[in-house]
């Protein structure tokens, strides 16, 4: 009788373990959270050196309807016409951003002197008016870009996250005689965008 009270009874145990444990609820995760990194573009460039005096340094002085460069190997001396080298570069620019940058320069209208040209916004020159164009370390004759007063085209593109670049201007003075002998000015500006 012990034998056959065990044989009913173990399988009534079974089936009343197996239905305690379905009663029971199974405990999952019902949420979980995600970190987000917030990593803002930041962007920034700096340029040395920040002034350039054209044809002064000799004590000449600017001629009308002359191109200059900013060629530390000589002013009146183009760059490398299959790509400029850094040698032929006066100003060093720096990425200082944590994204890579496109670069813009415009140029503005002369101003404070006795003759005041106005940027062409062509890259070339007539009375009254000059012309600039910008060029990059590496760049041929045909990627250099005119610099307008605004809205010139981008002139170098995807430069690297803190990289120094080297560039240069050229400035086509205009075509007539000055009126006068008291400096003017303008200023090149580089403006970053990210790429």
Same mark, same amino acid.
């Given at each position: 009788?012990?034998?056959?009270?065990?044989?009913?009874? %173990?399988?009534?145990?079974? %089936?009343?373990?197996?239905?305690?444990?379905?009663?029971?609820?199974?405990?999952?995760?019902?949420?979980?959270?995600?970190?987000?990194?917030?990593?803002?573009?930041?962007?920034?460039?700096?340029?040395?050196?920040?002034?350039?005096?054209? *044809?002064?340094?000799?004590?000449?002085?600017?001629?009308?309807?002359?191109?200059?460069?900013?060629?530390?190997?000589?002013?009146?001396?183009?760059?490398?016409?299959?790509? $400029?080298?850094?040698?032929?570069?006066?100003?060093?620019?720096? *990425?200082?951003?944590?994204?890579?940058?496109?670069?813009?320069?415009?140029?503005?209208?002369?101003?404070?002197?006795?003759?005041?040209?106005?940027?062409?916004?062509?890259?070339?020159?007539?009375?009254?008016?000059?012309?600039?164009?910008?060029?990059?370390?590496?760049?041929?004759?045909?990627?250099?870009?005119?610099?307008?007063?605004?809205?010139? $085209?981008?002139?170098?593109?995807?430069?690297?996250?803190?990289?120094?670049?080297?560039?240069?201007?050229?400035?086509?003075?205009?075509?007539? $005689?000055?009126?006068?002998?008291?400096?003017? *000015?303008?200023?090149?500006? %580089?403006?970053?965008?990210?790429?």
């Amino acid at each position: 009788m012990k034998g056959k009270l065990w044989r009913i009874l %173990v399988p009534l145990v079974l %089936v009343m373990v197996i239905i305690f444990i379905s009663a029971i609820p199974i405990q999952a995760e019902t949420s979980d959270t995600v970190v987000f990194t917030n990593t803002p573009q930041f962007l920034s460039v700096s340029i040395a050196p920040g002034t350039y005096e054209i *044809n002064g340094a000799d004590g000449k002085g600017a001629k009308p309807n002359t191109t200059y460069y900013t060629n530390p190997l000589g002013m009146e001396t183009a760059p490398t016409g299959a790509g $400029a080298l850094d040698a032929e570069c006066s100003f060093t620019i720096t *990425n200082l951003s944590n994204v890579a940058i496109d670069l813009t320069v415009t140029s503005s209208d002369f101003s404070a002197g006795d003759d005041n040209s106005t940027n062409s916004d062509a890259g070339t020159n007539a009375a009254t008016e000059y012309g600039a164009k910008s060029y990059f370390s590496g760049q041929a004759t045909a990627a250099w870009v005119v610099a307008k007063v605004s809205g010139s $085209a981008t002139g170098y593109s995807n430069l690297a996250a803190v990289t120094d670049l080297k560039f240069g201007m050229i400035i086509l003075e205009q075509s007539n $005689a000055w009126t006068g002998a008291t400096p003017a *000015n303008f200023t090149v500006e %580089v403006v970053a965008s990210a790429s």
